[in-house]
């Protein structure tokens, strides 16, 4: 059994989602946001991305962290500032022992929705879907447990994923038009 | 009396430099540098800084910190690598209660040498001849324990700085001129 905490890191708000794997079946543990006040100094800002992942790591112990891998497209003001939440979120998931994988944006859509190109909102959909959730998440939520799944994915091979979303309709109709458009 | 913890944060090398000040003078407690080899995994790489920060907070109890305000002229990639360290540096060196204050690099340069032009050897110079230390410090070092006299010089207001520059020469002659032509 792994425990798996996703996080998508951010200076205002941070994702974060925990998934329990288990002889291949996903079980939602966990999922939330810290957001942080833009006008609190810098210590403090950083200060409360850590607290909040590290209270979330002494809470429920995962064995695993996995975040998105940055290939910075953004200006460097913002790669500074993403660094810096990056940095306090990775300390914290990682204090207590648990590795780190890291999966570029393209990989992560494709592992949970079936395509690189997914919209935001798909990735919300077939978290909630794949998860059984009764309320669709937050997208910094949905991005966490979504990049926990594609870590999952990646080392259980689940082969449930491709089923789902075909169920959902993303592999042809409304969905996948609007990837085409997109 | 204040111990100030000064912090040149850097994904391969962050310097780090501990003065006392009391009563109108400054006193060199520590300084040193936290390197970190490339191919470590990044959240090892983070932890090494923290794990090393932390162990100096620590030790000494640093009443204030404070860092090099950034901003950025570097590469979008740079800066999320240093985002992240200073991410890492801040949050350990923040843990224990000390307040946070950034300098812009030219205020620390002005501060410490006189002019806000000074060059990294004429800092690592004066920050010697400040402290009175029997050797030349490291470059990060002694950009760390810059920042920390850059910040003890602001705070507490001290008049000792422009005699000691005038004394090694760096309001005119040769430092001076270097740095005209820089």
Known sequence: MAIVLGIDPGSRITGYGLIESSSGKLKYVASGRIKVAEKKDLAERLGLIYDGISEIVHKYNPTELAVEKIFVS???????????????????????????????????????????????????????????????????????????????????SLGFISGKAKTLGFSRGRYSQKVEKA
Chains 1, 2 share one sequence.
């Open 74 to 156: 953004k200006s460097a003001p913002s790669a500074l500032k993403l660094g810096q939440a990056r940095g306090a979120a990775i300390i914290a998931g990682s204090r207590q022992g648990a590795i780190l994988s890291e999966y570029e944006a393209r990989k992560i859509k494709q592992a949970v929705v079936g395509t690189g190109a997914a919209t935001k909102n798909q990735v919300q959909l077939m978290v909630k879907s794949l998860l059984a959730l009764s309320e669709l998440p937050k997208e910094d939520a949905a991005d966490a447990l979504g990049i926990a799944i594609c870590h999952i994915h990646t080392h259980f």
